[in-house]
């Protein structure tokens, strides 16, 4: 507060042993996050910072954040976004949290699934739709694609976040496209851990949409759907080939804002050994480290206005960007690169030979890219 009276942007600070960032939103909502975890870089924390207030206009809208009117009223709205917010604190199996992009699941009757879901959804008078299994986009209509990439991070990530249950109509306001008019979320159990979401406004009901049309379309797809469920691990079916020496993966579509993250890719191979090679929490760590030194230090970041933004001064006084960047650990090693389209990050084990990391990336780059489409 002293800094801004005099005209002084002071945005975070550090101690010996903690790390506090702050943010003013919609110059109303002062949110203040404090971490005493070294891997919790400024970008970390600042992108915690957005997703938390997303969130609380996710579930109470704009409006009611800017104009506040009743302060009790407002704390008792705002719980029932508390789990959403507590996903953003832990270490689930997505990142869409820290890429802002959606986290996406490959499988391999995906044309099958898109084209019910096509039909399921016009059939339900919208145009928004999706299969989600545990927080993960399987397919999507092409109109869910078109939203925003932050709203429909954050719609997976509430679905995730929510008490299962066979179905549910759920109010929710979309951060980017529509913080203060709320839409209708519909949200159908097809087989435990799938499920069918649909954005929509006041029409259907439903009860109308669960007792027409969702045993119609989608009891014939049982099989296909519960195939989605052996996905969870890897994100992708076991036929797509991988390099032994790959822990895990995060392969981003730039383009799409959607992505591929895993951290036990060869999952045969774990559990081959009696005792695992690196946990996995670490690994999620170690992968998450990398992706954010990466983009902070080395790959440029676009921002809204199309102009590029770097979070630190590295790139100043060069004339050209980096493409490919890697880090040596004594128990991992990782390596990054990037094309116009995709940015891949892999965790590879220590034994990996050094000058083999950019032959084995490139080569899953196409492997996903090419073969799979993604």
Same mark, same amino acid.
């Given at each position: 507060?002293?800094?801004?009276?005099?005209?002084?942007?002071?945005?975070?600070?550090?101690?010996e042993n903690?790390?506090?960032?702050?943010?003013?939103f919609?110059?109303s909502?002062t949110?203040?996050?404090?971490?005493?975890?070294?891997?919790?870089?400024?970008?970390?924390l600042?992108? $915690? #910072?957005?997703?938390v207030?997303s969130?609380? *206009?996710? /579930?109470?809208? %704009?409006?009611?954040? &800017?104009n506040?009117k009743?302060?009790?009223?407002?704390?008792?709205?705002l719980?029932?976004?508390?789990k959403?917010?507590?996903?953003?604190l832990e270490?689930?199996?997505?990142?869409?949290?820290?890429?802002q992009?959606?986290?996406?699941?490959?499988?391999?009757d995906g044309?099958?699934?898109?084209d019910?879901?096509d039909?399921?959804?016009?059939?339900?008078?919208?145009?928004?739709?999706?299969?989600?299994?545990?927080?993960?986009v399987?397919?999507a209509t092409?109109?869910?694609?078109?939203?925003?990439p932050?709203d429909?991070?954050?719609?997976?990530?509430?679905v995730a976040s929510l008490?299962?249950c066979?179905?549910r109509?759920?109010?929710?306001?979309?951060?980017?496209g529509?913080?203060?008019?709320?839409?209708? $979320? #519909?949200?159908?159990?097809l087989?435990p851990? *799938?499920? /069918?979401?649909? %954005?929509?406004?006041? &029409?259907?009901?439903?009860?109308?949409?669960?007792?027409?049309?969702v045993?119609r379309?989608?009891?014939?797809?049982?099989?296909?759907?519960?195939?989605?469920?052996?996905?969870?691990?890897?994100?992708?079916?076991?036929?797509?080939?991988?390099?032994?020496?790959?822990?895990?993966l995060?392969?981003?579509?730039?383009?799409q804002?959607k992505?591929?993250?895993?951290?036990?890719?060869n999952?045969?191979?774990?559990?081959?050994?009696?005792?695992?090679y690196?946990?996995?929490?670490?690994?999620?760590?170690?992968?998450r480290?990398f992706?954010?030194?990466?983009?902070?230090?080395?790959?440029?970041?676009?921002?809204?206005?199309?102009?590029?933004?770097?979070y630190?001064?590295?790139?100043?006084?060069f004339?050209?960007?980096?493409?490919?960047?890697?880090?040596?650990?004594?128990?991992?090693?990782?390596?990054?690169?990037?094309t116009?389209?995709?940015?891949?990050?892999?965790?590879?084990?220590?034994?990996?030979?050094?000058f083999?990391?950019?032959?084995?990336?490139?080569?899953t780059l196409?492997?996903?890219?090419?073969?799979?489409a993604?």
């Amino acid at each position: 507060m002293f800094g801004s009276n005099q005209d002084v942007l002071l945005a975070g600070t550090n101690t010996e042993n903690a790390n506090v960032v702050w943010r003013v939103f919609s110059d109303s909502v002062t949110l203040i996050v404090l971490s005493l975890y070294e891997s919790a870089t400024d970008v970390y924390l600042n992108k $915690l #910072l957005e997703n938390v207030f997303s969130a609380m *206009v996710l /579930v109470v809208g %704009l409006e009611d954040l &800017v104009n506040i009117k009743n302060v009790e009223r407002l704390k008792r709205d705002l719980r029932a976004c508390y789990k959403l917010i507590d996903s953003f604190l832990e270490m689930p199996e997505r990142t869409g949290d820290l890429t802002q992009c959606v986290d996406c699941v490959l499988v391999q009757d995906g044309s099958v699934l898109q084209d019910c879901l096509d039909t399921f959804t016009q059939a339900a008078q919208s145009n928004f739709g999706c299969i989600m299994m545990s927080g993960k986009v399987v397919v999507a209509t092409e109109k869910w694609w078109r939203l925003a990439p932050q709203d429909v991070m954050m719609l997976a990530w509430l679905v995730a976040s929510l008490v299962p249950c066979t179905s549910r109509d759920y109010p929710v306001y979309l951060p980017q496209g529509s913080p203060t008019v709320p839409h209708r $979320l #519909l949200t159908f159990l097809l087989v435990p851990g *799938v499920e /069918v979401c649909i %954005l929509c406004g006041p &029409v259907p009901s439903l009860q109308e949409v669960e007792r027409e049309l969702v045993e119609r379309f989608w009891k014939p797809l049982a099989e296909p759907l519960k195939a989605c469920l052996r996905m969870q691990v890897r994100s992708f079916p076991a036929s797509v080939p991988l390099d032994r020496g790959i822990m895990g993966l995060l392969l981003i579509n730039r383009e799409q804002s959607k992505c591929l993250y895993t951290v036990q890719a060869n999952p045969s191979e774990d559990a081959a050994r009696q005792d695992i090679y690196l946990p996995l929490d670490r690994r999620r760590t170690a992968l998450r480290s990398f992706y954010t030194l990466a983009i902070s230090r080395y790959f440029p970041v676009e921002r809204d206005d199309g102009k590029t933004a770097h979070y630190e001064e590295f790139q100043a006084g060069f004339t050209h960007h980096a493409v490919q960047c890697y880090t040596v650990s004594e128990d991992h090693k990782c390596y990054g690169l990037q094309t116009g389209q995709h940015q891949l990050f892999i965790l590879f084990r220590s034994e990996v030979p050094t000058f083999a990391l950019r032959n084995i990336a490139t080569k899953t780059l196409l492997v996903f890219t090419k073969e799979w489409a993604f």
